[in-house]
């Protein structure tokens, strides 16, 4: 795998970035704009001699406030400042697990369940890890930073627009608005709203399934980025607080702070990303009258603490 310098890894890992760099890069932006490195040997040391960091991240599929949600996303972010790498390892969402108080059921109940305590606690258990950092974000709510930058910049394929509007009827619903606002009528590049964005985001049944999902996510998460580097510095404020605003996390915001700045500072970083199940290692199954991943989890167990040792 190839050394990435910063710009390259902004860009092709967004999601962590939204989800743990993104909150240190910020802050330290935010207060570093004129001199980057002038507060950085005033920092408190919450790292102390760290230098493996395991942290598992939840990205969240909420529809509305009182909505118990699944995680629709998990990765485990395996930090080695010394080697100065980062794992990004893929839970798989649909793998068929046992969840402590409800049995055997798909990994991604347990955030609806107990939250990021009973999912992180299902993590440990199941692949015998001890990770006891977590960070969950919900990706949706991210709408409301989509339109403070002034939306993003998305480039539509043809079938993804009646997909986009499907979706936009249930948003529109939830949020007692007009039948038909918003609805997107032409492909090609265009500047999508918050909801629009939303509505892109959620595509499931065209193209290439969850793997096409994912990249849509990472366009919209890339977009704002972009948006936010050029926003003048009061806007960059109210960016940032609604970001703070839309994260839930175990870790104090100073490790997290200097986190991003050992991350984000260093001109090169080797970048991997893997997934577990792995290919080859799993079945699926109907279960409960659910299409779960069984997996070979002995073979998934080892193969995973290679990912992250």
Not at 171 to 198: P, S
Not at 222 to 229: Q, R, V
């Amino acid at each position: 795998m190839k050394k990435l310098n910063n710009k390259i890894i902004i860009a092709i890992l967004l999601f962590l970035l939204i989800l743990v760099g993104l909150l240190g890069f910020i802050i330290y932006k935010s207060q570093n704009e004129e001199n980057p490195t002038k507060n950085i040997p005033n920092i408190e040391n919450e790292l102390k001699n760290e230098k493996h960091i395991d942290i598992a991240l939840f990205g969240i599929d909420k529809r509305n406030e009182n909505e118990k949600s699944r995680s629709d996303s998990i990765i485990i972010a395996s930090i080695d400042l010394e080697k100065k790498t980062i794992n990004l390892v893929s839970l798989l969402r649909d793998t068929l697990v046992e969840i402590d108080g409800h049995g055997q059921d798909k990994l991604n109940h347990a955030y609806a369940y107990g939250g990021s305590k009973l999912s992180l606690e299902t993590i440990n258990s199941n692949f015998d890890l001890d990770i006891d950092k977590y960070v969950s974000v919900d990706f949706y709510s991210l709408a409301k930073v989509i339109d403070i930058v002034g939306g993003v910049d998305i480039e539509l394929k043809d079938y993804e627009i009646e997909q986009i509007n499907a979706n936009l009827v249930e948003i529109n619903k939830i949020e007692n608005l007009k039948k038909g606002t918003d609805y997107i009528t032409q492909n090609g590049i265009k500047t999508l709203n918050g909801r629009q964005a939303v509505a892109y985001s959620r595509i499931r049944k065209k193209g290439n399934g969850d793997y096409e999902r994912t990249q849509r996510q990472r366009n919209v998460l890339k977009s704002i980025l972009e948006k936010y580097e050029k926003q003048p510095s009061d806007k960059k404020f109210e960016i940032n607080m609604e970001i703070i605003g839309q994260i839930s996390t175990n870790i104090p915001v100073s490790y997290i702070k200097e986190l991003g700045l050992k991350i984000f500072s260093d001109k090169e970083f080797e970048v991997n990303q893997y997934m577990i199940p792995y290919e080859g290692s799993f079945e699926t199954i109907t279960y409960k009258n659910m299409w779960c991943i069984k997996p070979n989890m002995k073979e998934n167990i080892i193969k995973l603490k290679e990912y992250i040792k």
